[in-house]
């Protein structure tokens, strides 16, 4: 079974300061890695996604994330933090033929004027 | 593209109603998903379809719960009756025959459901 594991169930950050989410996974096949954004009262938005081609991949609105399969984490990145960026971020995962997604449980990022 | 349309956007209803959820996908995505969001589960997959096919309703909690999808643009969500521990927003998602898994899901807006 695949899962993800988001650590830190908050996290918050001055406005102008690097933002870094956490997402460890687990997978026995070489999985297919997301992040979504969800703003309050609307519905999940992709931010980017990792499918086996270059490892760090870049996103909407700033963000990229880097696959780094030996330390099986796919962790959230901007290099600096927006008021706009105040949102619930999840990581997911999948793999090949497999057309479900697994959540992790979500970090709310807050940024601190 | 208006997206994953869902409606309601909310519902309030009292404990033993039946209840109704709506979602139309993206023209041209086959598969559709129903996702569950609650503050002590999180995100629950409950069923999905592919073609208007049933796929997989492993996640569906109980029988009150059913979802039908009688053509490619219409799917519904029902619970009979309700009961409060229903209360959650509902996510309906879908995506192309390419592959959820390599192209990821697009999201509606949800629905707030309410059981009092």
């Known amino acids: 079974a695949q899962s993800v594991t988001q650590l830190g169930s908050h996290v918050s950050v001055s406005e102008g300061a690097l933002v870094l989410l956490r997402c460890n996974y687990s997978s026995s096949v070489p999985p297919y890695l997301f992040w979504y954004v969800q703003y309050p009262n609307q519905g999940l938005q992709l931010l980017l996604k990792y499918t086996s081609a270059a490892t760090l991949v870049k996103g909407i609105n700033g963000f990229e994330a880097e696959f780094k399969k030996s330390e099986t984490s796919f962790h959230l990145t901007k290099p600096s933090a927006h008021m706009s960026d105040a949102a619930e971020y999840f990581c997911a995962i999948s793999n090949f033929g497999n057309e479900k997604l697994t959540f992790g449980t979500g970090t709310r990022l807050t940024i601190i004027p | 593209d208006a997206g994953v349309i869902q409606s309601p956007r909310h519902e309030v209803t009292e404990m033993g109603q039946e209840v109704t959820l709506r979602c139309k996908p993206i023209?041209?995505?086959?598969?559709l998903f129903w996702y569950r969001q609650t503050m002590m589960r999180g995100l629950e997959l409950l069923i999905y379809f592919n073609n208007n096919v049933p796929i997989d309703d492993s996640g569906m909690p109980e029988d009150r719960f059913s979802a039908k999808m009688p053509n490619a643009s219409f799917s519904t969500l029902k619970i009979q009756p309700s009961e409060p521990r229903d209360s959650a927003v509902y996510f309906c998602?879908?995506?192309?025959?390419?592959?959820?898994?390599?192209?990821?899901?697009?999201f509606g807006s949800g629905t707030r459901l309410t059981v009092v």
């Open positions: 998602a879908s995506s192309p025959l390419t592959g959820p898994a390599n192209y990821g899901y697009t």
């Open positions: 023209s041209g995505h086959d598969y």
